[in-house]
């Protein structure tokens, strides 16, 4: 990812502006990429920017839940599944709007919340942390080679319980390894609701604003279920 710098700004002079900018993104310079603009979108103000990594060919609709998780808090980038398309996306992204270069966020649910971990393991310089819904740490994998980075890197991991009722073990290994390497992890445990239900990502939004900001948002859950 190029190194940070200003970019030039979308055109947003009124309201009218600004939601047509919104309804045209991903028609006019996205690529294969889903973008999601907040609601009032300011070019003046640089935001958090969350990328969405998703399983291949799944139904996940990135709208949905960032409704369910926040309508004005962030940006957000659902990119293609392969990783040079998740850099070709999040380089597009912002270049075109206004992005804080170090507030950065990988997010993924399943299987793509491990890959959320392996990649930011992989590029600590490049991401503020992670957000991982339901898929495990890959802790067998040699990943922590920049462990020092690493370990200034929050991290969130969203479980349900009854998954962790059949299966403790990733959990337990995961916690013993960030215990012995002095990494941040925050484990959050759910027992009802799937990994992108309202209440679910509500609570990922408090957290992210908790990191963001140090001050604690209520949990106000946005959108329809």
């Known amino acids: 990812m190029s190194p940070a710098r200003r970019h030039p700004q979308p055109s947003a002079a009124n309201g009218a502006g600004r939601r047509k900018l919104s309804r045209n993104l991903a028609a006019n310079w996205t690529g294969d990429a889903r973008v999601f603009v907040p609601q009032g979108y300011e070019p003046g103000y640089d935001y958090p920017l ?64 491990t890959d959320a971990f392996r990649t930011a393991c992989q590029h600590p310089d490049a991401f503020a942390g992670v957000v991982s819904l339901g898929g495990d740490f890959p802790h067998s994998e040699p990943i922590l080679g920049r462990l020092a980075e690493v370990r200034r890197m929050p991290m969130l991991l969203c479980s349900q319980a009854a998954a962790l009722a059949a299966n403790p073990i990733p959990l337990d290994r995961t916690l013993r390894l960030f215990h012995s390497c002095g990494g941040t992890l925050t484990v959050r445990i759910y027992q009802q609701g799937s990994c992108l239900s309202r209440a679910t990502l509500a609570d990922v939004n408090r957290w992210l604003m908790d990191e963001l900001c140090g001050a604690t948002v209520p949990l106000q859950p946005h959108g329809a279920a």
Not at 65 to 74: G, I, K, Q, T, V
Not at 81 to 90: H, N, P, S, T
């Open 50 to 113: 969350l990328v969405w990594l998703s399983n291949d060919g799944d139904s996940f609709d990135l709208g949905r839940a960032m409704a369910r998780l926040s309508l004005r808090n962030f940006v957000a980038v659902q990119p293609a599944r392969d990783g040079a398309a998740m850099w070709r996306a999040i380089d597009r992204v912002t270049d075109r709007l206004s992005i804080h270069p170090r507030r950065i966020w990988l997010v993924g649910h399943g299987s793509s919340g």
